[in-house]
């Protein structure tokens, strides 16, 4: 089965400095989607790239796709303290929409200040 | 918004007894709801998800199961939890471009 699989699995940054995470996935997806989850918490959406798609941003965030590397990766800029969390990318298989997305293990980001 | 409500947040059980895991979605009806279970420091594994009233999907053959009783209730039980049953538990709501709603989860200790 199809799986995204983050990349490096912890990230350890100084306040202000840039964070790239890496999601690889296997088939032919719908959309990839990114969530942050703080410690002990439910995940929050944080951005979802079609697979016609190749970059999108939001704030701080930007998002590339590449479908024929079969990857993704999650850039977030002059980050912040409050940027401490684990990071998911999520798939779906092409053709079966919003009935089964698969996570990735996760980056779990480290922001010191 | 959709907001999922998710308890209790925290529950610790003996081997052997009985679960029940509740979640309830607003703002919104007709939801694809997942339940999901998450391993100390890693990824999300699928257990179940449910398109509709009394339609269960499972993802994995375990010792839980799921129900659907009313259009924005999951419900996740087990008759007899197993030590391996521990982890995060949560609920979630899929909304189309906007991704999944999650709730806040319920971390489960069997002892």
């Known amino acids: 089965s199809q799986q995204g699989e983050e990349d490096p699995q912890a990230l350890s940054i100084q306040e202000g400095e840039n964070a790239t995470m890496n999601c690889s996935y296997k088939t032919s997806i719908n959309n990839l989607q990114w969530y942050r989850q703080n410690s002990g918490r439910g995940l929050v959406h944080l951005i979802l790239?079609?697979?016609?798609?190749r970059e999108k941003h939001s704030g701080r965030l930007r998002v590339t796709l590449d479908t024929s590397k079969k990857s993704s990766s999650l850039l977030i800029t002059a980050s912040r303290a409050a940027d401490t969390a684990s990071y998911f990318c999520?798939?779906?298989?092409?053709?079966?929409?919003?009935?089964?997305?698969?996570f990735g293990p996760g980056t779990r980001l480290s922001v010191l200040p | 918004s959709q907001t999922i409500h998710q308890w209790p947040a925290t529950l610790v059980q003996p081997v052997g007894s009985p679960l029940s895991l509740e979640c309830t979605v607003e703002?919104?009806?007709?939801?694809?709801l997942y339940w999901y279970r998450q391993a100390a420091g890693r990824g999300l594994q699928l257990l179940f998800y449910s398109v509709g009233i009394g339609q269960i999907s499972s993802e994995v053959p375990q010792n839980l199961s799921a129900s659907r009783p009313q259009d924005r209730q999951f419900i996740l039980s087990s008759k007899k939890l197993l030590l391996s049953d521990s982890g995060f538990y949560l609920c979630a709501c899929y909304r189309g471009s906007y991704g999944y709603t999650f709730g806040s989860g319920t971390r489960l200790t069997v002892v």
């Open positions: 703002g919104t009806s007709n939801p694809n």
């Open positions: 790239i079609r697979s016609n798609e």
């Open positions: 999520a798939t779906d298989a092409a053709g079966n929409y919003g009935q089964n997305f698969v």
